[in-house]
């Protein structure tokens, strides 16, 4: 089963947990971190459920070229990025992949190029 956008952002502390579980320290964020983005139109998820337990996951999100530019400077952290708001130009963040198996990448990349097309 995959879940989409809307259903990761309902199940925003199941997803979170997966991916600390996964992340170095360096990169694990704070559910509440990340409720901006469960409001928001500019983040894509994709996760791959099997029995209620996720296996597999992608993320990417909408900001600006200024948030960006500062995480590849080291002047942010992933978690101190915002969803694009009309300031600048947007960039499209590739965020997350964690893959249990390689053949869960199209399942998870399909979804998120139809909603781009």
Not at 10 to 37: C, G, M, T
Request: neutral net charge.
């Amino acid at each position: 089963m995959i879940w989409n956008s809307s259903l990761c952002k309902q199940k925003l502390e199941a997803v979170n947990s997966f991916e600390n579980y996964i992340f170095p320290v360096d990169f694990r964020i704070a559910v509440k971190e990340l409720s901006h983005w469960a409001k928001s139109d500019a983040v894509f998820w994709n996760c791959y459920v099997k029995e209620k337990t996720i296996l597999s996951d992608i993320s990417f999100i909408i900001t600006s070229e200024e948030y960006y530019i500062n995480i590849l400077k080291g002047k942010l952290h992933e978690k101190d990025i915002h969803p694009y708001s009309g300031g600048g130009k947007p960039i499209l963040y590739f965020s997350s992949l964690i893959l249990e198996r390689s053949f869960h990448s199209p399942i998870l990349f399909l979804p998120v190029i139809e909603c781009s097309s």
